[in-house]
Nanobody
Framework: VQLQASGGGLVQAGGSLKLSCAYS????????IGWYRQRPGNQRELVAS???????NYAESVKGRFTISGDKSKNTVYLQMDTLTPGDTAIYYC????????????WGQGTQVTVSS
């Protein structure tokens, strides 16, 4: 399974960005896509996920501001990020959850999101 993240950039506080994660390969091996981020000096954290059935989960820090969605016809998962703050500055990664062991075993490259104050 291959994943390609895109859509990062520089935005002012209060603004919005929409990230995209295009996935391909043997997608029957996965059952969820997640968006992780790694802020400077911090460990990578899961911010949102969506299952193949459409169920979503969010980290408390982004609830009400971020929305994850998927378009199966395009094999793409999106992360709409609104009301961004400088604290959201991070490298954002998308990852796929393997059915075989329940781990996020497939990763795309990161996309940088920078929020200026």
């Amino acid at each position: 399974v291959q994943l390609q993240a895109s859509g990062g950039g520089l935005v002012q506080a209060g603004g919005s960005l929409k990230l995209s994660c295009a996935y391909s390969g043997n997608i029957l091996m996965i059952n969820a896509i997640g968006w992780y981020r790694q802020r400077p000096g911090n460990q990578r954290e899961l911010v949102a996920s969506i299952t193949s059935g459409g169920s979503t989960n969010y980290a408390e820090s982004v609830k009400g501001r971020f929305t994850i969605s998927g378009d199966k016809s395009k094999n793409t998962v999106y992360l709409q990020m609104d009301t961004l703050t400088p604290g959201d500055t991070a490298i954002y990664y998308c990852a796929a959850l393997r059915r075989s062991d329940g781990s996020y075993g497939y990763w795309g490259q990161g996309t940088q999101v920078t929020v200026s104050s």
